[in-house]
């Protein structure tokens, strides 16, 4: 039987490796990418191509495993140009997939957009973005609010909230995020920067964009509530790149590492005892996942990833941030049956699933 010959490109639009700070998004994205260069050719007939800007993150670029085509476009102005819908991609036929919520500008009745959205809190909450990022995403939505791009949500929330907005439920396909893409562990070099930062044996870690959407402020003083009530209590630490707004200042037991490598931060998992991660509200949120798979107990806002598999907390009260981590700390019950449900949950969350179900939506596109 002859080899079957592409008939469908499929370019994918990964922008948001570009990003100064790609945060969450830019996790999802690469860890998507990945596992599609190993299960794309389930499907033939997809021709895969991943499309970015110019720019100098070529390590991540690299471990990807698809062709890439390198635009010699700047972020900045390949970001522009989207904004104001000029397609700069050009006119061939084919499915463009964007993985942020950045509208392809495609004219084409044979090109097809797709277009990843993991939350619309610009609208629930436009307190915790700028002035210009509230703008920007509202434009985003509204190109896809009038137009028939097919629109991928990372969890049923989103799609509940895109639903409210007006778009119709039949555009919308729900894929959640994978679990399995922390890396190998470096303990060597996990050990020699808790060391340096003064660190203890015994640690809290919260992982996060420092943002105020990410209410870090208010983990902060809930846990500085709880050290009042339990003296026993691990120190905290902070792991995460700044992003906007006010930044953080280390205090007492409270120690901000900042960025840290991928094996360092899957070492940091390992090595804690919880993980505390009380943002306002998220579409997702990776780091719940990530310390499950690990068999890492869990204390959260009520944010998608938790599926009922983490103590709660309600992120506007202090008090209940504090409880929270206390009952875990205490209850060795509690935690045995958090870790049980956590390893579960994420078992369930694999890349490769969610690869082969882009793969299959992009396939059955007309």
Known sequence: MPDSVPTKRVFLLAEQLRSKVPGGIGTHTESLLKAISHVGDEYPSLDLEVIVSRGDNVAVLDKIGLPIRKLVLSHQLATGLAEMKIPYFGFE?????SFSIQVPPVLSVRQKAVVTVHDI??????????ARGIYWHKKQLEYLSKGNQTVVSVSEKTRTDLIQ????????EVIESGADHLDWPDFE???????????QERFIISVSTIEPRKNLP???AGYKRAVESFSDLPELVVVGPEGWGTGLDPSENVHLLGPVPGPVLSALYRKAEMLVYVPFEEGFGLPVVEAMSVGLPVVSSD??????????????NESSI????IRVLKDGELKKQL?????????QLTWMNSARKHLELWDRLQ
Do not use: M, W
């Not at 907005?165 to 919308?172: E, L, V």
């Open 121 to 130: 809190a610009f609208i629930s909450n436009p307190q915790f973005y700028t």
């Open 322 to 325: 504090s409880q929270a981590i």
């Open 303 to 316: 944010v998608p990833a938790a599926s009922g598999c983490t103590e709660l907390a309600d992120p506007r």
């Open 339 to 347: 870790v049980s449900k956590g390893l579960k949950r994420a078992a």
């Open 218 to 220: 208010g983990l902060i």
């Open 189 to 199: 070099e996990c050990r020699k920067i808790l060391s340096k930062q003064g660190v």
């Open 165 to 172: 907005y007006g778009i119709s439920p039949n555009r919308i």
């Open 93 to 97: 036929s084919g499915v463009y997939h």
